[in-house]
């Protein structure tokens, strides 16, 4: 199983921009894949951004697309999310997730399901003013 920590996070106003990381350790295959999700306050837990690091495949949700964007270091064994133009509703503790996805064709259809992922890091606070 992945051990994940994020950090990153903070205060910001809207418009500001922020850079979350993800750092994994663990055996490579627990980490194949790596989802960002985040969860207001009162809200469920939702997908932001996923990858499939093998085929650096991507997937983001519609709120975040064209303002959000993940990477990968592979040097580090990190993930990052890099967030710009950043609004108040983006306000949340935002987690980093893992899963070995054993069935890469699915994951296209599962990457902002919470239950797709096995391992959790401890979450970071995004908090946006206006």
């Known amino acids: 199983q992945a051990r994940l920590a994020e950090s990153g996070g903070g205060s910001v106003q809207a418009g500001g921009s922020l850079r979350l990381s993800c750092a994994a350790s663990?055996?490579?295959?627990?980490?194949?894949?790596i989802g960002w999700f985040r969860q207001a306050l009162g809200k469920e837990r939702e997908g932001v951004a996923s990858i499939y690091r093998g085929l650096n495949n991507i997937y983001y949700a519609d709120s975040v697309k064209g303002r959000f964007t993940i990477s990968q270091d592979n040097a580090r064994n990190t993930v990052y999310l890099q967030m710009v133009n950043l609004k108040p509703e983006d306000t949340a503790t935002y987690y980093c997730?893992?899963?070995?996805?054993?069935?890469?064709?699915?994951?296209?259809?599962?990457?902002?399901?919470?239950?797709?992922?096995?391992?959790w890091g401890q979450g970071t606070q995004v908090t946006v003013s206006s």
């Open positions: 663990g055996d490579i295959v627990s980490t194949r894949c």
């Open positions: 997730a893992a899963d070995p996805c054993y069935v890469p064709s699915a994951f296209g259809g599962s990457w902002y399901r919470p239950s797709s992922f096995r391992s």
